[in-house]
């Protein structure tokens, strides 16, 4: 029987080996994975199953049906197609030639720093709802604010509102309770990649974080806000400080597609209908392009865009993020920024709500302001913002994190905004952000103690899990 068991690890070892090598990674990750499987073959294997294995799916729906969507975007909102301005024409036709969809004009923009005052403007929106809701959340919790949406929701559905539901399995796998009591009040539920099994599936180590609300096709909601009491109350240490937006207008057909996107892929079903997608008048002046990235295909759209967005900007780059865990080639592109003599700044929090991620994030630190990107920490509360301004014309709000997992293994959507207004106003709320953080000086970093340092650096080995 051990004999047995000896043989089969050993043709498992050799297969997941010659896998792995096929795959034809980095030289450095590939060695990596061959080093742990052949000294440590049992938790290797585990190790590579849970975070090392891509899923077999190449698109999140077949290229036809993706067409279909895509069509019913142009039909809809033809009058308002735009491009970028010039200084940022390279970086539209980036996205554009990733899968992405171009600018659309006419967007009337609402940016929240406060989650009750973003919850309240929801609840109106949906109030108003007459044909269909589209709510997906990372994470949607069965406290006294999930409540309050959930009987909404329920109430607006039993008003003949289709309304349908989407969330990340993992992220919510304790509440599978609270989403069958919404499904048994006549709302459509599903959950984005399901997982029976959390620490042993290889979906495990993927997560659609995206939180999207449309509500008949006409108004959007995206950023970094989730449906939890903390957000609003903050944590026992500080507030939450988040950032997100409210869009009305033709970008919010892009919203749309996102979604129906996403409900395609997790419930097999394609809602390829005109209904979701009416003809918008314009609202406002604001040119936005709504950016998806996932781990299902070979392009990283969220990351490729930052690295084309440091490599034409003229005057400076300021991002915030909750957690800064920048691969080598993001680390690279806002080394070489800075260098360039790039005005590049990254804010994150001082204190973050988890103390591994916390530690990973301050082990980039020295790497970062060696060359000259200047790095500011947050000192009102958890800085959650994800959000990039650039050069008093362009600025993102969304769901990306400037970290491996969001870059590489979730599934991710952001507003490309192309306004001089919208960018002051982001430029503006990062400067009074920046009057409630600290500059973190180069010197008195390095002369912290060994001991801060080690356990950073080992913080750090766990970048892909975080």
Not at 135 to 143: G, R, V
Not at 435 to 456: D, F, G, H, T
């Amino acid at each position: 029987m051990n004999l047995l068991v000896s043989i089969l690890l050993v043709l498992a070892l050799v297969g997941v080996l010659i896998y792995i090598i096929a795959e034809n990674q980095q030289p450095t990750q590939t060695l990596v994975w061959v080093v742990v499987i052949v000294f440590l073959p049992v938790i290797g294997l585990i190790l590579y199953f849970l975070v090392g294995h891509r899923p077999l799916r190449k698109s999140l729906l077949p290229p036809a049906e993706r067409k279909a969507l895509w069509q019913l975007v142009r039909d809809s909102q033809a009058p308002h197609k735009t491009v970028a301005p010039a200084p940022f024409a390279k970086l539209d036709r980036l996205q554009r030639q990733l899968g992405q969809g171009e600018p659309l004009g006419g967007n009337a923009l609402r940016t929240y720093t406060k989650f009750d005052a973003m919850i309240d403007d929801l609840v109106a929106d949906m109030e108003q709802a007459r044909d269909h809701i589209h709510f997906q959340f990372f994470k949607f919790e069965n406290d006294a604010v999930g409540r309050r949406m959930a009987e909404l929701l329920i109430r607006k559905a039993r008003e003949g509102v289709r309304v349908r539901v989407q969330y990340d399995d993992l992220a919510n796998i304790f509440r599978r309770k609270f989403y069958r009591q919404l499904k048994g009040a006549g709302i459509e539920v599903k959950p984005f990649l399901a997982v029976n099994f959390p620490f042993i599936s290889p979906d495990t180590n993927f997560r659609n974080h995206r939180k999207i609300v449309v509500v008949d096709g006409r108004v959007g909601y995206a950023g970094g806000m989730n449906i939890a009491e903390r957000y609003g109350k903050g944590l026992d240490w500080g507030p939450w400080r988040d950032t997100h937006l409210r869009i009305e207008g033709p970008a919010v057909a892009e919203l749309q597609l996102s979604f129906l996107a996403d409900w395609r892929f997790s419930s097999g079903e394609l809602l390829a209908e005109t209904r979701y997608f009416p003809s918008c008048e314009a609202a406002g002046e604001t040119p936005v392009q709504i950016v998806t990235t996932d781990p299902l295909g070979p392009w990283h759209a969220a990351m490729q865009g930052l690295i084309q967005l440091l490599g034409t900007a003229r005057d400076y780059v300021y991002l915030q993020t909750p957690y800064f865990v920048p691969t080598s080639t993001m680390m690279l592109a806002l080394k070489n920024a800075a260098l360039s003599g790039l005005d590049v700044r990254v804010m994150m929090p001082e204190r973050s709500d988890g103390t591994l991620t916390n530690l990973a994030s301050r082990s980039y630190v020295k790497e970062a302001l060696s060359a000259g990107v200047k790095i500011y920490f947050y000192q009102g509360g958890f800085l959650h913002a994800k959000t990039i301004v650039c050069d008093d014309c362009f600025a993102s709000v969304g769901s990306t994190n400037l970290d491996v997992r969001s870059f590489t293994l979730d599934f991710e959507i952001d507003a490309y905004c192309y306004d001089p207004a919208f960018a002051a106003q982001q430029k503006a709320i990062f400067e009074r952000d920046m009057a409630q953080s600290v500059a973190i000086n180069l010197e008195a970093w390095m002369a912290r103690p060994r001991w801060e340092k080690l356990k950073e650096s080992l913080a750090r080995l766990f970048s892909p899990l975080l």
